[in-house]
């Protein structure tokens, strides 16, 4: 009998996935959710079940009868069952053995590597170049764009130039480290932002080349170089925060053209809707938000009383039952800071970035880090301020488009975020 122990569901699919080796990126894409999202799921499998390891998890599985053996199926009936017959009747037995030893010998490989954050005195020893490289530039000059990481390549995604604002789509590629000018955005637009939700792109609002903010919702299919229409916005809105979060695109914030807004909007891609949510209590905009393992954190910005420092915590799940109240504290930024690139490696937030005022005479650090110990600033050797840069994790990396002023191409950056400490047994 299959005992399921009060798995859901998508817990048992996901285990299933699990067992055929895939990554939690892999299932992720594969169940159009977040990885964020597949590590909560196997965390509350392993707690369920009792288990340590996606090796234990997969044989569980396998002895309660809802992952499938290779070879389970093809036993003889016991009376045509000689010595061979009886040997291929336990032939389940052997290949469960082999999945087990392979299993025990990855889950070995995965435990000795330990990911680590570099501490202050580490950052303070490692060269320069280990931790940082310059890549081709961006081909135009851009500030304000889009930008996002999908399949291993970064897409940049229009933004405004020395003379007007674009439409234009470029793709990096880091085998060739050269770009690809692919099919333009249908509208043009700046101060806008991307999310990857399943394998399109997602790219709501912005503001057009007539000053004004816009309501449209396009979309980026990266594998057909197509662009097609989702459902408008509520309302036209610009310099807003964008968050994905299991599956869905949250939007913080923003500029309508006349005020900063405090509204947020959650985008179904299934339903092609946008619903209203519970507002931030501190209108802003040009600010930034990024999506942790349970909750999304909105970040600095401006308004009419100038620029802002604080930092708060969103939990969606609170705000779907609609019993509790979703907003709570987070730690602030060091200091006021607007117009900045964010993302996150890891459970580390990068900013990258931003000014504290108009004048352009900001003088504080261009890159931060934020860990458990708080706030850090990362030693850059470029001259600021950097007004609304782009800022794309991608695994243990960060890459980062720094648009200047008046300036082409667009400088291209990649930082090492995270290092591996490998920690081998010592056999006496």
Request: aromatic share 10%; charged share 20%.
């Amino acid at each position: 009998m299959t005992e399921q122990n009060n798995l859901s569901g998508r817990e048992i699919e996901i285990l299933q996935l699990v067992a055929k080796g895939l990554t939690n990126r892999e299932i992720a894409q594969k169940l159009f959710i977040s990885p964020n999202t597949v590590k909560v799921h196997l965390s509350n499998i392993f707690g369920k079940i009792s288990v340590a390891s996606r090796t234990e998890a997969t044989l569980y599985g396998i002895e309660h009868g809802f992952v499938d053996v290779p070879g389970s199926a093809e036993v003889q009936p016991p009376e045509q069952a000689g010595w061979l017959q009886q040997l291929r009747q336990r032939a389940w037995i052997v290949v469960s053995l082999i999945v087990l030893v392979a299993a025990l010998m990855v889950s070995l490989v995965f435990n000795v590597l330990k990911p680590a954050l570099p501490t202050e005195e580490e950052q303070a020893l490692a060269e320069l170049a280990q931790r940082w490289q310059e890549l081709a530039p961006l081909p135009a000059a851009r500030a304000g764009m889009a930008a996002v990481a999908y399949n291993g390549e970064i897409y940049a995604i229009a933004g405004e130039g020395p003379q007007s604002v674009s439409g234009s789509v470029f793709r990096y590629t880091p085998e060739t480290n050269s770009w690809a000018q692919l099919s333009d955005k249908p509208t043009p637009v700046t101060d806008v932002h991307a999310v990857l939700i399943g394998e399109k792109l997602y790219v709501p609002g912005g503001l057009g080349g007539d000053g004004r903010p816009t309501d449209s919702l396009e979309i980026y299919d990266p594998r057909r170089d197509t662009w097609s229409v989702g459902a408008r916005l509520p309302k036209a809105i610009s310099a807003y925060a964008l968050a994905d979060f299991e599956g869905q695109m949250y939007l913080f914030g923003g500029w309508d053209g006349k005020r900063a807004l405090d509204d947020v909007y959650v985008y179904d891609p299934g339903a092609d809707e946008w619903r209203v949510r519970t507002p931030v209590a501190l209108a802003r905009r040009d600010h930034g938000a990024v999506a942790m393992t349970d909750k999304i954190i909105v970040l600095g910005g401006r308004n009419s009383a100038g620029a802002l420092a604080d930092a708060v915590s969103y939990y969606p799940s609170r705000d779907a039952n609609g019993k509790e109240h979703p907003w709570e504290g987070f730690t602030d930024l060091p200091e006021s800071r607007y117009g900045f690139g964010v993302g996150s490696s890891g459970e580390a937030i990068f900013i990258f970035g931003g000014l504290d005022s108009p004048e352009l005479a900001s003088n504080f650090p261009l890159l931060l880090q934020f860990t458990d110990s708080g706030w850090r600033s990362i030693f850059i050797e470029i001259d600021g301020p950097i007004f609304k840069p782009a800022l794309i994790s991608s695994g243990s990396q960060i890459f980062i488009l720094s648009p200047e002023p008046s300036v082409t191409p667009t400088s291209f950056l990649k930082y090492q975020a995270i290092y591996f400490e490998i920690f081998l047994p010592i056999i006496r």
